[in-house]
C-alpha cells in the first residue's frame, strides 16, 4: 500500500531564511509525486509535480522540490520565505484512479 | 477562469440527519475525486468517478456514504444518517485525466452535533 510521511508536524522558521520541508513515500511504481498548500478555509493549491525526467521540479510562489529514489524522498524547498507562506503543506503521491495517498501535513509558522 | 465549486461551504446537520453535498468540477474535466478531511489531517480518499461511471469508491467508510456523477459534470456525496464521526472537510478535486494532477475545490465543511 502507498503511503507518506511528512516527519514534521509544525516548522517555525524567520522571514527571509530558507525553508525544507521533509516528505518520504513508499509506492510501489514509479511514483507521480506533489505538494499541495492549504491556507485556512481554502481547498488546496498545487504547488509542484514530479512526473518523470528531471529530479529538481520548479513550481509555483519560488518553492522547489528534489525528487531521490534512492532516499524515497520528495523534500520541498524556498530559499526566502515571506510571511504569507505560512500554511500547511501538504505532500502528496498517487494519481490513478484510487486516488492521492497524502501526508499528515506540515504547519508553517513565519516568525517576523 | 472557473475552478472546482462546492456547495455548501459550510453545513450543520443534527446527528441523524441526511445531507447531500455537491461538487461542480472545472468545465470539460473526465475525472472527479471526493476527498474527507478530518481536522488536523491529510484528506483521505473516498471515491473516483470517470466521466459517469463510479469506477472506485473503496475509500467510502461506510454505506451510508454514497456518491453519484449522473451527467459526467456535477457530482453529489450523500451521507444518510450522519453520525458526529462523519465530521469533516469534504474536498472534491477534478483532473483532465486520471494520472494527472487534481484541482481542488475550497471543500464543504460537515459538523454533526
Known amino acids: 500500500a502507498q503511503s507518506v510521511t511528512q516527519p514534521d508536524i509544525h516548522i517555525t522558521v524567520s522571514e527571509g531564511a530558507s525553508l525544507e520541508l521533509r516528505c518520504n513515500y513508499s509506492y510501489g511504481a514509479t511514483p507521480y509525486l506533489f505538494w499541495y498548500v492549504q491556507s485556512p478555509g481554502q481547498g488546496l493549491q498545487l504547488l509542484l509535480k514530479?512526473?518523470?525526467?528531471?529530479?529538481l521540479v520548479q513550481g509555483i510562489k519560488g518553492f522547489e522540490a528534489e525528487f531521490k529514489r534512492s532516499q524515497s524522498s520528495f523534500n520541498l524547498r524556498k530559499p526566502s520565505v515571506h510571511w504569507s507562506d505560512a500554511a500547511e503543506y501538504f505532500c502528496?503521491?498517487?494519481?490513478?484512479?484510487?486516488?492521492?495517498?497524502f501526508g499528515k501535513g506540515t504547519h508553517l509558522i513565519i516568525q517576523p | 477562469g472557473a475552478g472546482v465549486s462546492q456547495s455548501p461551504r459550510y453545513k450543520v446537520a443534527k446527528r441523524g440527519q441526511d445531507v447531500a453535498l455537491r461538487c461542480d468540477p472545472i468545465s470539460g474535466h473526465v475525472s472527479l475525486f471526493w476527498y474527507q478531511q478530518a481536522l488536523g489531517q491529510g484528506p483521505e480518499f473516498l471515491t473516483y468517478f470517470q466521466n459517469e461511471a463510479q469506477l472506485d469508491k473503496s475509500g467510502l467508510p461506510s454505506d451510508r456514504f454514497f456518491a453519484e456523477r449522473p451527467e459526467g459534470s456535477v457530482s453529489t456525496l450523500k451521507i444518510q444518517r450522519t453520525q458526529q464521526e462523519d465530521s469533516a472537510v469534504y474536498l472534491c478535486?477534478?483532473?483532465?485525466?486520471?494520472?494527472?494532477?487534481?484541482?481542488f475545490g475550497p471543500g464543504t465543511r460537515l459538523t454533526v452535533t
Open positions: 514530479y512526473f518523470s525526467g528531471d529530479t
Open positions: 502528496a503521491v498517487g494519481g490513478g484512479a484510487d486516488g492521492l495517498t
Open positions: 478535486a477534478s483532473s483532465p485525466r486520471t494520472a494527472l494532477e487534481q484541482y
